[in-house]
């Protein structure tokens, strides 16, 4: 039973263009979310957050969407460079620190 | 930079023998978490310490265990390796109780690579 689901394994884009990320989850405790970014060989790295309280939040580049009604959250990433090549994981948090990830998306930025 | 520490990087071990995997974090991270992550797959939740006691267990059986120390390391102990066990082991920490509302970020270390044949 997979809580969270990243339904797109990969995505290409091109360089200076949107990239947009989508992750879907089904456990209505879930109120704090993550995105993290993770190249090969290396551990994920924080990159953006957003409680169920906030249906947007900023940092930079990155602009995460929450749509508590549909269980959905998005993370849009504009303009992207190629150093944004990686694979993208939502995860989920109830309380208590445990992060329920998704499978993650392969994000390919072309120059 | 994480702060978060693991050993050894990568190691092959036999199938049958036992493993253990080390993490340290920074001073302050109290709860510490370990996660399993298989090829192709997003990281699945072991287990969480916290002030030296396990808090919280997922989908693994017996044979994985930890320890929590004082001084902010812990350590994954894997008995009785069987391929499946083949994966990265992240150690995750973050300043929280297991007992804290959610929202706090969870940091992750570069990972342990276990390759069991």
């Known amino acids: 039973d997979q809580q969270v689901k990243q339904n797109s394994p990969s995505l290409s884009v091109q360089e200076g263009r949107i990239s947009i990320l989508n992750c879907d989850y089904t456990?209505?405790?879930?109120?704090?979310f993550l995105w993290y970014k993770k190249y090969p060989a290396e551990g994920p790295t924080f990159l953006i957050s957003?409680?169920?309280?906030?249906d947007k939040n900023e940092d930079g580049r990155f602009t995460v969407f929450l749509n508590k009604s549909a269980k959905h959250l998005s993370l849009h990433i504009v303009p992207s460079q190629p150093g944004d090549s990686a694979v993208y994981f939502c995860?989920?948090?109830?309380?208590?620190?445990?992060?329920?990830f998704g499978g993650g998306t392969r994000v390919l930025v072309k120059p | 930079e994480t702060g978060v520490t693991q050993s050894p990087t990568h190691l092959i071990k036999t199938r049958g023998q036992q493993v253990t995997l080390r993490c340290s974090s920074q001073s302050g991270h109290n709860t510490v978490s370990w996660y399993q992550q298989a090829l192709g797959q997003g990281p699945q939740f072991i287990f969480q310490?916290?002030?030296?006691?396990?808090?919280g267990r997922g989908n693994f059986p017996p044979r994985f265990s930890g320890l929590q120390f004082p001084n902010y390391s812990s350590e994954l102990n894997v008995n009785a390796l069987e391929l499946d066990d083949s994966a990265l082991y992240l150690c995750a920490t973050n300043t929280g109780s297991p007992f804290s509302l959610s929202g706090n970020t969870i940091y992750f270390g570069e990972g342990s690579w276990l390759t069991v044949v």
């Open positions: 957003i409680s169920s309280i906030k």
């Open positions: 456990n209505s405790m879930f109120d704090y």
């Open positions: 995860a989920a948090q109830a309380a208590g620190n445990k992060l329920t």
């Open positions: 310490y916290y002030r030296e006691e396990e808090n």
